[in-house]
Structure formats: structure tokens, C-alpha cells
Nanobody, 120 residues
Framework: QVQLVESGGGLVEPGGSLRLSCAASGFTLDNYVIGWFRQAPGKEREGISYISGADHSTYYSDSVEGRFTISRDENMVYLQMNSLKPEDTGVYYC???????????????WGQGTQVTVSS
């Protein structure tokens, strides 16, 4: 059974940092693309960063490029978030799919989400 469990969200001041973690189980990460989506209040969910389990190649959306770093270690995937801005506030979801195309069109596996709030 595929399971994704996020942790690490919380409240942080603008300019601060957080690291999100995603624990994956029930499947082999080597065969999947896994990444992070977020949904801000009143907005659609957006894909912000992915990593390929096969070759560790990465993708970042323009909104987080240069500030966020995705990484993988065994069955864990991390999102290091630096220089956080109020507009980074939202629920962050870990998700997995069999290809980059699946991540763009809608991955089949999702975690429950973790809240990130950037506010002074």
C-alpha cells in the first residue's frame, strides 16, 4: 500500500527557513517521480518541486527557484525552504507519480498535507 506522510510544517517569520519531510512507503522510489505541491488560500494547487527517483534530476517552479531545494535520501524526500515569504503560506502536499507527465497531469498518490504559515 502506497503511503506518503509529510511533516515539518509550522509558523515561521518572513525570511526564515523550514524543512519539510515526506516519508514514503509501499513502493520503490527509484521507479517514481516524487515531489511537492502547495495550495494557498483561495488558489489552485500548484506543483512547486519534483525529483526523479531514477536519476535525481529536479524541477522547480519559478516561484520557488533559488529558494527551495528538494532532495532524497532512501525512502525520504525533503524540501528545504529558505527566504520564506508570506506568499509561500499554504498547505504543502507530497505526491508521487510514475513520470514527470503524471506529476503535471495529476499524480495518483498523495500525502495528507502539512500547513506552512509565513507571517510576522
Amino acid at each position: 500500500q502506497v503511503q506518503l506522510v509529510e511533516s515539518g510544517g509550522g509558523l515561521v517569520e518572513p525570511g526564515g527557513s523550514l524543512r519539510l519531510s515526506c516519508a514514503a512507503s509501499g513502493f520503490t522510489l527509484d521507479n517514481y517521480v516524487i515531489g511537492w505541491f502547495r495550495q494557498a488560500p483561495g488558489k489552485e494547487r500548484e506543483g512547486i518541486s519534483y525529483i526523479s527517483g531514477a536519476d535525481h534530476s529536479t524541477y522547480y517552479s519559478d516561484s520557488v527557484e533559488g529558494r527551495f531545494t528538494i532532495s532524497r535520501d532512501e525512502n525520504m524526500v525533503y524540501l528545504q525552504m529558505n527566504s520564506l515569504k508570506p506568499e509561500d503560506t499554504g498547505v504543502y502536499y507530497c505526491a508521487a507519480g510514475t513520470s514527470l507527465g503524471a506529476m503535471v497531469s495529476g499524480p495518483p498518490y498523495w500525502g495528507q498535507g502539512t500547513q506552512v504559515t509565513v507571517s510576522s
